[in-house]
């Protein structure tokens, strides 16, 4: 009998996944026209947990589609643009110097990383040591500071 109510919930889980990720395809293609296959291949991406490269021509929408995935999620979206001057820092966060009565000490200060979707827009104009620490973040979904490891937030 456990089997079946198992079997049930399920089964009940799956239907709801399903209309909430029907809802969510349909809220981004009212943004992005045309470009059904590409956000069918995200949201499969999403529902996996990994990570995805969008490459295309400027101008084809693919901040827009982020930022509507973001909206459409309730998640918070930050946007990277990769030079050459930026600093691993600039990315995964740093520590400062607060002052509060007299007396100072260290703060954790979140880079754009811990946002719930981040957009890495050219990549491949950093520095290696800006890459590595992105790529990190990517694959240890976590940043380490000053000895101390930060976890990032799972959408």
Same mark, same amino acid.
């Given at each position: 009998? @456990?089997?079946?109510?198992? =079997? #049930?919930?399920? +089964? ?6 399903? @209309?909430?990720? =029907?809802?969510?395809?349909?809220? %981004?293609? +009212? +943004? %992005? %026209? ?10 499969? #991406?999403?529902? #996996? ?18 930022? #509507?995935?973001? @909206? ?5 979206? @930050?946007?990277?643009? $990769? ?19 007299? &007396?100072?000490? $260290? /703060? $954790? +200060? ?12 050219? %990549?491949?104009?950093?520095?290696? &040591? ?9 694959? =240890? /979904? ?14």
């Amino acid at each position: 009998m @456990s089997n079946t109510n198992n =079997e #049930a919930d399920f +089964q009940h889980r799956a239907k709801s996944l399903l @209309s909430k990720v =029907e809802a969510l395809r349909g809220q %981004i293609t +009212q +943004q %992005i %026209i045309g470009q059904d296959q590409l956000v069918d291949d995200l949201l499969v #991406a999403l529902l #996996a947990g990994g990570h995805v490269l969008l490459e295309g021509l400027p101008g084809l929408g693919k901040t827009m589609l982020v930022k #509507a995935l973001a @909206s459409g999620l309730g998640l918070g979206y @930050s946007r990277v643009q $990769f030079t050459p001057d930026l600093m691993p820092s600039d990315v995964t966060g740093t520590q400062v110097i607060d002052e509060d009565g007299g &007396k100072r000490r $260290f /703060r $954790f +200060q979140q880079g754009p990383i811990f946002a719930g979707l981040v957009l890495a827009d050219e %990549i491949n104009r950093a520095t290696p &040591k800006t890459q590595s620490a992105l790529l990190e973040a990517m694959q =240890e /979904r976590s940043v380490t500071v000053a000895g101390t490891t930060h976890v990032l937030p799972q959408p």
